[in-house]
């Protein structure tokens, strides 16, 4: 039987009702600080565009010179004739950068998840995840045939117990690298000893980090000094620091090699257009060879946690470019939102189910592209909001 219209109805109501309805906003921008979008000239801090490159002039003559010689779609999966060469060349210059054996493309982020997981985990198996990891992880652990347990937010001593109890079926352990809704970082060293003891998978999803740590780029493996024997399995995106779109898996040739053969959303899909991945090609150059991108985002990040802190706002323990205020209700949390973007800034509210019930908040994101000034224009909205008229919190 078709579900009910008046469900659908009242889902929809109840969406408003408690504040948790959303719509896309319009935009008529490329990505970058300044944007119009719903016909409003705003100010943008919440993109996860963060070394400035979705709209660098380099990766759209990449991007155009690719479309010039193959085209726009690569018609096919990769196993049938979609393979282009730009696909083959990104992937091997992904696993040189990142210290694996092989890389594999996934058209999204979710979908490299999803595959991965389910590929690597059989019935009776059971894997662990961090509560706060992204809603494509969490989705992956529920579609496998696998049990999955959901361990307390980077807490080891809550993972080993759990371990420690499922010892003769514990096969992945699977983490966010930065968590993308709070900015703090997965602590990989240790887990990466727990993963090795229970003969299980690390896999760190490092969409967040990769780009942005590590002293090339490489993400928060190379940051925190972990070899591809310790984290296995790395994946990441590359629509966000990457400015482009899609994503990958790192690891060694066999995995590789067995995901081409299992990874069901690699298999029955077709492959992202040879120029995403000509425009990822130069996006992985400028990402090595730009390190003061990394450097003025860094040095964005600390201007703004500065004046964050001289306002006495309810940040959250990170240092990355992911700084949210923490405000508690969805309905406070858009009247910010909204009160913001009276004074032309763009900070989105995240709520539920993105994040924890009564933890609805605003994510601030950072970028190289941000100016010092755009970011005192920021702190000045946000003293408006939060400090001249404090907007009452529920
Ligand atoms: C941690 C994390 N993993 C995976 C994804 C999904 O990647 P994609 O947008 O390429 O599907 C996202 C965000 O989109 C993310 O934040």
Redesign the pocket.
């Known amino acids: 039987m078709k579900k009910d219209l008046n469900l659908i109805n009242d889902f929809l109501q109840q969406q408003q009702q408690t504040h948790l309805y959303r719509r896309p906003r319009l935009s008529e921008s490329a990505q970058q600080p300044s944007m119009l979008i719903d016909g409003q000239q705003l100010l943008t801090f919440c993109s996860n565009d963060y070394l400035g490159l979705a709209n660098h002039p380099k990766l759209i003559e990449a991007f155009e010179s690719a479309t010039k010689q193959y085209g726009v779609g690569s018609g096919a999966a990769h196993l049938i004739n979609g393979h282009n060469i730009e696909h083959q060349l990104l992937e091997e210059e992904i696993a040189e950068f990142t210290g694996r054996e092989r890389a594999l493309l996934f058209s999204?982020?979710?979908?490299a998840?999803l595959g991965t997981i389910s590929a690597l985990t059989e019935k009776n198996e059971t894997i662990f995840q961090d509560r706060l990891n992204?809603a494509?992880?969490i989705d992956a652990g529920r579609l496998s045939d696998a049990t999955m347990w959901r361990y307390a937010h980077n807490d080891i001593e809550n993972l080993e117990k759990r371990l420690n109890r499922h010892r003769d079926s514990a096969s992945m352990v699977i983490t966010?690298g930065v968590f993308?809704m709070d900015g703090d970082e997965a602590k990989l060293n240790e887990m990466a000893v727990l993963a090795e003891q229970n003969k299980s998978w690390l896999m760190v999803?490092d969409?967040?980090g990769f780009g942005v740590l590590g002293k090339t780029g490489a993400g928060l493996v190379e940051q925190q000094k972990l070899t591809s024997d310790e984290v296995p399995v790395l994946m990441a995106?590359l629509?966000k620091a990457a400015g482009t779109?899609?994503?990958f898996v790192a690891g060694d040739q066999d995995l590789i090699e067995y995901l081409i053969q299992s990874a069901r959303t690699y298999v029955f899909t077709t492959a992202m257009p040879p120029a995403i991945a000509a425009a990822g090609r130069m996006s992985l150059r400028l990402i090595q060879e730009e390190s003061w991108r990394r450097e003025q985002l860094q040095q964005n990040i600390k201007q703004f946690k500065q004046g964050a802190e001289t306002l006495g706002l309810a940040m959250m323990p990170s240092e990355t470019a992911i700084q949210p205020i923490l405000i508690g209700s969805s309905a406070t949390a858009l009247k910010a939102s909204q009160q913001l973007q009276e004074k032309g800034i763009l900070v989105t509210a995240i709520r539920p189910p993105t994040v924890p019930k009564n933890e609805a908040r605003l994510r601030v994101t950072l970028s190289a592209s941000h100016t010092s000034l755009q970011i005192e224009q920021l702190l000045d909205a946000l003293a408006a909001v939060f400090v001249n008229q404090p907007i009452e919190r529920a």
């Not at 999204?108 to 979908?111: E, I, Q």
Request: hydrophobic content about 30%; charged content about 10%; aromatic content about 6%.
């Open positions: 999204t982020g979710y979908m998840n992204h494509s992880l966010d993308s999803d969409a967040h995106t629509g779109a899609g994503a």
